[in-house]
């Protein structure tokens, strides 16, 4: 079912005439075929593909940011070859959470650099595009050597490929170096101080790039560090799991402070995902069946929230040419249906309610409380954080003086506002159908 979605979608996308209605029509299919999918249970099929409920939300989040990042680029130069690029990417997203082999899922994990980093360099902003190329590369390809190399030595030990595995098979002289394995996960995530590909790549990628490396491309970490830790085994109390959550929760209260900072819209959304993608991980490493639901919600609402945060940008750049924030103030006085949205995105991203980023946090907060009151005392900090930045994106924006004038701009666009308005309902009404 996923799959024949799948490829009527993408041969919708590339259809040249395509309107905002059928549009609409076709993100409405995705809610409700996928919500259908992630209803069943786990299915194994031919042991290479497998269904079950976080497969089911991941592929739709896939499709979903696809269509919306399809949207948001409707003036691209190069437009056949750019709908390629979009189009492997997401068939590859696809096919990276469908398959239940560590094997096919590291090489699937690794195939989404190659048109990432073309559309990125094909349609960068500035000629730094492949520096922010070439960190992005180096850091995933040398982390996943770590997992390729743990996978094969715990298939060595005794465990099948597969991600069903039961991991009390193994050996646990190959479970010692657990931490080590997962490394190609923590730099996709990205966990601090692995993160510093993150803002280059989002800065210099275009706002497609953008919304699938944040929607899409990072929950590839959280979810190859969720099937992973399903067959390892580790002790809550081991050093190294209490030093990697340690650093991993103080780097993501760093990354909030530094959104505060932020002088470049991008550079402010980008470090947010940074900050966000620490709860992520505290909740897979907690192992917990409250931590693992409230990071699978965490991961999917970040998804359709960041990815909203990206097209704002983009829709405030297309107007005043400059993602500096000086440049974009009084935001009132020119758009007041843009200012709106990005009002009701900053609440979803600080986790106001009803959003999902609430569910996932108070699920994590819990968890984080139950480990260690230390723990819980940061998450504070972050979340208080969380607010600050939040709302000094939209401060901002919103309100000041502009520093252009009324008529150099031009207004939003409808297919602009109404990618903006799809990211945020289903992040705000999703919970309503959750099982």
């Not at 997203?93 to 590291?106: D, P, R």
């Not at 559309?119 to 996943?144: D, K, N």
């Not at 940074?274 to 693992?292: F, Y």
């Not at 959003?355 to 900090?381: D, H, K, R, T």
Request: glycine letters at 10%; proline letters at 3%.
């Amino acid at each position: 079912m996923v799959k024949s979605l799948a490829i009527s979608l993408i041969a919708l996308i590339i259809m040249k005439n395509l309107n905002v209605s059928i549009i609409g029509l076709s993100v409405l299919t995705i809610l409700s075929m996928g919500a259908a999918s992630v209803a069943t249970g786990g299915v194994e099929l031919n042991g290479l593909y497998s269904t079950d409920f976080v497969m089911g939300l991941m592929i739709t989040l896939t499709l979903f940011v696809a269509i919306l990042s399809y949207l948001s680029s409707a003036k691209v130069s190069r437009k056949a070859s750019f709908n390629l690029m979009v189009i492997s990417i997401s068939l590859i997203l696809v096919m990276s959470f469908s398959v239940s082999s560590f094997f096919f899922f590291f090489f699937f994990f690794e195939s989404v650099l190659a048109p990432l980093l073309l559309l990125i360099v094909g349609w960068g902003y500035q000629p730094e595009r492949l520096q922010a190329g070439g960190y992005m590369v180096i850091y995933t390809v040398f982390g996943s050597l770590f997992f390729l190399w743990g996978v094969s030595e715990l298939y060595l030990s005794g465990m099948s490929s597969s991600m069903s595995s039961v991991g009390s098979l193994v050996k646990k002289s190959a479970m010692s170096l657990w931490w080590l394995y997962i490394l190609g996960f923590l730099i996709k995530l990205p966990m601090y101080p692995f993160h510093l590909w993150l803002p280059k790549a989002h800065v210099e990628a275009p706002v497609a790039g953008s919304m699938l490396l944040a929607g899409v491309v990072l929950k590839l970490g959280g979810y190859g560090l969720l099937r992973f830790m399903l067959v390892m085994q580790v002790s809550l109390s081991s050093v190294f799991f209490v030093l990697l959550l340690s650093v991993n929760l103080a780097g993501g209260f760093y990354a909030g402070l530094a959104c505060v900072r932020q002088v470049d819209l991008k550079c402010l959304v980008a470090y947010s995902s940074v900050a966000h993608m620490s709860l992520v991980l505290l909740g897979v490493l907690s192992n917990t069946l409250l931590g693992v639901m409230g990071a699978i919600i965490i991961m999917v609402g970040h998804g359709l929230c960041s990815s909203g945060l990206f097209s704002y940008v983009n829709a405030i750049y297309k107007m005043s040419h400059s993602r500096l924030l000086v440049m974009n103030k009084g935001g009132l006085l020119f758009c007041p249906v843009l200012v709106l949205m990005c009002f009701l995105l900053s609440s979803s991203n600080m986790a106001a309610p009803p959003s999902l980023n609430l569910f996932g946090e108070i699920l994590v907060f819990g968890v984080g409380g139950w480990m260690s009151g230390a723990f819980l005392f940061i998450l504070g900090l972050m979340s208080f954080i969380s607010a600050c930045f939040s709302l000094y994106l939209y401060g901002s924006c919103s309100h000041g003086k502009g520093l252009m004038h009324s008529e150099s701009l031009n207004l939003s666009s409808l297919c602009d506002v109404f990618v903006l308005l799809s990211h945020w309902v289903p992040l705000n009404f999703l919970f309503m159908f959750m099982p």
